[in-house]
């Protein structure tokens, strides 16, 4: 018997390589390939009609630069409902037995979640004992159900091209932990950069490490971790810093965005493996970014902290999300109260503590309403007064 099973497959993945040949185009708005979204929406007191209703939960844009659909989801756990039938018996322990028996049993992506009983990230003989004890009565309520409301939301979107897909700085200068930071509202980085969407990025202030590449420009170049890099050909893909280093200079000049706050999430549609430990791993909100194919990625983001509306959601489940979206490749940004959205400039979810400021926003954008980059322009001045 295999008394110890780990959740949701967390196998080994090898690392994707560089390949930069593919010259396939975005899928083009309105041609058949991207996906029919209507006009946006109305915006509601709570920002989404309720679910059952015409909108099913659906905001979404369309343009002839841009195709955004944003869908509010609920999941909801029951400490130990293996079958899913609503209620916890004695087939479910049977369930939870045969399930530690690799390959005797298969369980929904829900129900291993539920197995999970101590939320250790694994299912074990632990598990069973708890189950065993709650149903021998010698365990309250209290002592086994562990309440589990998450409230997520996915961004799924296209765009005509990589220019459509930017990143800005708060007050529109860079900076990291050795300049200070600067920090501002995503509400009010969307405004001054005239975003149809907005949502909080890399906090690259947070640190003074890492590979900062935003909008085609390098602003730092310090070893950290496991790095996503978006090309302007549409592409991302998650490299180790030793990849990344080894990267041409004519590929590295193709690099649009990076994304450094870690860890990743998928590699190639698999679950990525990573050396972090710690609190990071735990239930947070959470804000990630997923690749699909060139010029179509979606973001998700996790409330939580947030007892009865949304408790937020650990690593190895918000790769669970993205794997079932049919992600190829995704990555953990920065989310905790940074995990913020906004449309037109207002606010979509409930942040966490009402939200924070942070250092920079991942934002989609018209082309006719971009503004100068006005970060770059005083990098590459200070760049060129040093030398």
Known sequence: MHFRRMLAGFTAAVLCTVNLGSTAAYAQVGDGSAIE???????????????????????????????????????DRLTGDL????????????????????????????????????????????????????????LT?????????????????????????????????????????????VMNMAKENNAVFAINGDF??????????????????????????????????????AQ??????????????????????????????????????????????????PGHYCFVLAEGRQPGYSNGVRVWEFAQIFKDLGCIHAYNTDGGASSVMALYGAQVNHPAWNGRATDDIFYLVDSADIVPDTAAEQWLAQQEAAQ
Not at 89 to 114: I, P
Not at 213 to 240: C, F, P, Q
Not at 252 to 266: E, R, Y
Request: glycine share 6%; no cysteine.
């Open 204 to 241: 690259t202030s947070f640190r003074n490490d890492g590979v900062t590449w935003h909008n085609g420009i390098l602003y730092r170049d310090k070893r950290r971790v496991e790095l996503a890099v978006i090309y302007d050909s549409g592409e991302m893909e998650i490299l180790t810093h």
């Open 83 to 138: 079958d899913e039938n609503g209620e916890v018996t004695v087939t479910d322990a049977v369930l939870l037995m045969q399930y530690q028996n690799e390959g005797d049993v298969l369980l929904s992506k829900t129900a291993q979640f539920n197995a999970d009983i101590n939320e250790d990230n694994m299912v074990t003989v632990q598990d069973t004992a708890l189950m065993l004890r709650w149903l021998n009565g010698e």
């Open 141 to 185: 309520d209290g002592q086994f159900f562990i309440e589990h409301t998450l409230v997520y939301f996915v961004v799924d979107f296209y765009v005509r091209s990589m220019e459509n897909f930017r990143t800005a700085f708060a007050k529109g200068v860079y900076h990291d932990l050795n300049m200070g930071k600067k920090d501002d509202t």
């Open 244 to 293: 990344y280093t080894a990267l041409t200079d004519e590929q590295k000049s193709h690099i649009w965005q990076t994304v450094n706050f870690s860890p990743a999430l998928l590699i190639d549609g698999e679950y990525a493996p990573t050396t972090q430990r710690g609190n990071i791993l735990n239930r947070h909100p959470r804000t990630g970014i997923g690749y699909f194919s």
């Open 37 to 75: 979204f209507t006009d946006f929406s109305d915006l509601y007191p709570d920002m989404f009609l309720p679910e059952g209703q015409v909108e099913k939960g659906e905001m979404s844009y369309k343009s002839h630069d841009l195709n955004i659909s944003i869908t509010r989801h609920e999941f």
